[in-house]
C-alpha cells in the first residue's frame, strides 16, 4: 500500500493547498507587508480571545489533518521552527544531527509534558511517528515520513503490513532517538518544522481510543483544548499554563470559527466579529477600501503553473509548451486578476525558498508574442482544433483561466482556445488521474517546508506524488540529480544542486510557471501585531489591542 497510500497523502493535501491556492487569488498591493513585519497597535497587547475565521476543519489528529493547520499548530510543538528568513531554531528538539544525512540522531528537551501531564519522551515521537505512517490506521499525512527506512514495510503494495514499526527508528533513552532514512537527505531537519505535523508527538494515552482523541486531542503546545472538537462547530483553545516553550502566546485563547463561505467570514471580520480571516478571491477590489492597512500579504512558499498532459501528442513537442508559456502576458494578467500583488514566475520555486535560481526560466517565461508565434510554426503550428485550457470549477478561477485562454488565441493565432471549467475539485483530480484532462490545466504547489526539495521532489519524480499534476513526467537525470542534491552535506550546497535541477527541468518544460504566490489575510481593529512566517500568521505572536 506504500505507493497508493503515500501518494493519496500528497494529493489529499494539494487539493487543499489548492483550494488556498485559490483564495490567495484575492489580493491588492495595498497594504503588502514584508513577512517579518506586523500590523501597527501594541506590541505587548491586553490578552484576550482571538476569534479565527477558518474553513471547515477536517481532523486535530496532526498526523490526519490536510486543512487544520492553525488548529493543529496551536496544539502541538514541533521539534523545530524556521522563520521567515528560513533559519532553523530548535523548540521541543535540543538538537537534531547527522555526520551523514542518512543517520540522523534527535535529542529533545527534558522537562516537556503533555496537556495531560504525560512527560514527553523520545518515545511519544517514535510511537506516534509509527503509527502516522501505518497503512491500516489510514492517516492522511503519512507521506511525510516516507523517507524513513521501513515505511514499506508499513506500506506493503499489496496486503496489511507485517511490522507496526518503522526499523528506522529506534529510542535510545527517555530524550533520545535516532531515525535511519532510506537515502540521505540533508532536508531533513527542514521537515521536521511547524507545517509538517506528521512528525508531531501523540500521548500514549492517545492510542486507546484514536477516534476519541481526534475529537480531544492532547498536545504539548502553546493552547490546550476546552471542550470537544465537531468539525462545523467553532470550538475554543486556552492558553497552556505549563507550556515550555519560548514561543508564549499573547492572547489568552483562540476561538476557531469555521464557516462554509469565506465572503461570509470576511463580512464578520469586517464588522468586528471575527478578527482575522484568509482573504477571500471574491474580495480583492474591495479589501483595500474595505480595510487598509490592515490587509496583509506575506512572501509564501507556493507557486501557480500550467500542467499539461505530456501523452497528448499535440503537446508534446516542448516548443508548443515554451510558445503558450511566451503568448501569456504575467504583467496584465496580475494586474487584472491579482491586482499586482503577485509576481511573474521565473523558476519552478519561489524565492522564498533557499537557492532559488533567478530567472532560469529565461525567455521562456517573458511575454513575445512574436517570438512565441514563430517558435509555434517551428513546431509545425497547431493542428488540435480545439485548445481547451482546464480547470476546476466552483473555485473562482474563471476570470483568470478566461484571461488565459483569451491571451493564447490572441497572441498564438489559434481560432478555439476556451477556458473549460470542471464540474468540480473532485471531477478535475479524476480527469488527471485517468489521464483524459483535455488540455493545458491548473496547477499549484505550496510547500509544507520551505526547502527547494519540496517543490522539486513533489511535482518532477515519479515518488513524488503530484506528477498527475505535471503530465507524468519523468527524467532519470532529475532523479539523480535530487537524490545528490538530498545528500549533500550543507544546505548551502544542496541548494545550489536543487536550483542546477531545475535548469534540467526548465530544459524539458513540461510545466508553464505562472506566478509566484503570496498569502493574504485581513484582521479587525482589535488585531494589534501580526508577525508571519512562510506566509502565514504565526498564532502565539498575535496581539490584542482590546478585548
Known amino acids: ?322 510558445a503558450i508559456s511566451m503568448s501569456i502576458d504575467r504583467q496584465a494578467v496580475n494586474k487584472a486578476i491579482y491586482g499586482g500583488l503577485y509576481a511573474p514566475a521565473t523558476a519552478l520555486t519561489p524565492p522564498t525558498m533557499q537557492g532559488t535560481p533567478t530567472g532560469v526560466c529565461g525567455q521562456y517565461c517573458t511575454f513575445d508574442p512574436a517570438a512565441a508565434k514563430q517558435l509555434l510554426a517551428e513546431a509545425g503550428g497547431w493542428k488540435g482544433g480545439t485548445m481547451k485550457i482546464v480547470y476546476p470549477g466552483g473555485l473562482s478561477l474563471d476570470s483568470l483561466y478566461k484571461a488565459y485562454a483569451n491571451q493564447i488565441r490572441q497572441n498564438l493565432g489559434i481560432p478555439n482556445v476556451v477556458a473549460t471549467p470542471t464540474t468540480d475539485w473532485s471531477e478535475y483530480w479524476q480527469s488527471l488521474t485517468d489521464s483524459t484532462v483535455a488540455g493545458p490545466h491548473f496547477g499549484h504547489w505550496g510547500a509544507l517546508y520551505v526547502s527547494q526539495q519540496n517543490t522539486l521532489r513533489a511535482l518532477f519524480t515519479t515518488t513524488g506524488g503530484c506528477t498527475l499534476c505535471t503530465g507524468k513526467y519523468h527524467n532519470d537525470e532529475v532523479d539523480a540529480m535530487l537524490a545528490k542534491a538530498d545528500a549533500a552535506t550543507s544546505t548551502d550546497q544542496a541548494a545550489q544542486l536543487y536550483a542546477d535541477t531545475q535548469k534540467v527541468i526548465i530544459g524539458d518544460f513540461p510545466v508553464v510557471p505562472t506566478f509566484f504566490d503570496k498569502y493574504s489575510y485581513v484582521v479587525s481593529d482589535r488585531v494589534g501585531q501580526l508577525p508571519a512566517s512562510a506566509g502565514s500568521p504565526v498564532i502565539t505572536g498575535i496581539t490584542l489591542t482590546k478585548s
Not at 467553532?234 to 470559527?257: I, L, M, Q
Not at 463580512?267 to 478571491?281: Q, R, Y
Not at 483595500?288 to 507556493?302: I, V
Open 1 to 322: 500500500m506504500s505507493v497508493h497510500r503515500s501518494r493519496l497523502t500528497r494529493l489529499t493535501r494539494l487539493s487543499a493547498l489548492a483550494a488556498a491556492a485559490v483564495l490567495v487569488t484575492a489580493g491588492c498591493a495595498v497594504g503588502t507587508q514584508d513577512p517579518d513585519s506586523s500590523s501597527g497597535g501594541s506590541a505587548a497587547g491586553v490578552g484576550g480571545t482571538l476569534v479565527y475565521a477558518t474553513g471547515v476543519p477536517d481532523h486535530l489528529t496532526p498526523g490526519r489533518q490536510t486543512v487544520a493547520f492553525d488548529q493543529v499548530m496551536s496544539l502541538f510543538a514541533p521539534l523545530v521552527e524556521v522563520d521567515s528568513s528560513n533559519n532553523i531554531s530548535y523548540l521541543q528538539a535540543k538538537s537534531v544531527t547527522s555526520d551523514d544525512a542518512q543517520h540522523w540522531t534527535i535529542t529533545i528537551r527534558q522537562g516537556w509534558t503533555f496537556q495531560n501531564g504525560e512527560p514527553v519522551t523520545a518515545k511519544s515521537y517514535v510511537d506516534a511517528w509509527n503509527a502516522t505512517a501505518l497503512s491500516t490506521n489510514a492517516f492522511e499525512n503519512s507521506g511525510q515520513l516516507a523517507g524513513i527506512q521501513g515505511y514499506t514495510d508499513l506500506n506493503p503494495s499489496k496486503g496489511k503490513p507485517k511490522t507496526t514499526t518503522m526499523s528506522g527508528l529506534k529510542v535510545v533513552d527517555d530524550h533520545t532517538f535516532t531515525v535511519t532514512l532510506s537515502k540521505p537527505d540533508s532536508s531533513f531537519p527542514l521537515q521536521l518544522s511547524q507545517a509538517q505535523t506528521g512528525f508531531y508527538p501523540m500521548p500514549e494515552s492517545a492510542y486507546k481510543d484514536l477516534k476519541a482523541y481526534d475529537q480531544h486531542p492532547i498536545g504539548d503546545g502553546p493552547f490546550e483544548m476546552t471542550g470537544d472538537f465537531t468539525p462545523d462547530k467553532e470550538f475554543t483553545v486556552k492558553k497552556w499554563a505549563d507550556y515550555k516553550g519560548s514561543n508564549v502566546a499573547k492572547v489568552d485563547a483562540v476561538t476557531f470559527r469555521p464557516y462554509a463561505d469565506t465572503n461570509t467570514a470576511y463580512t464578520d471580520v469586517l464588522a468586528g466579529n471575527a478578527d482575522i480571516v484568509f482573504l477571500p478571491t471574491g474580495k480583492m477590489t474591495s479589501a483595500s477600501k474595505d480595510f487598509g492597512d490592515r490587509l496583509h500579504s506575506f512572501d509564501a512558499p507556493g507557486i501557480d503553473y500550467l500542467g499539461f498532459p505530456l501523452w497528448d501528442k499535440r503537446f508534446s513537442d516542448k516548443r508548443v509548451r515554451q
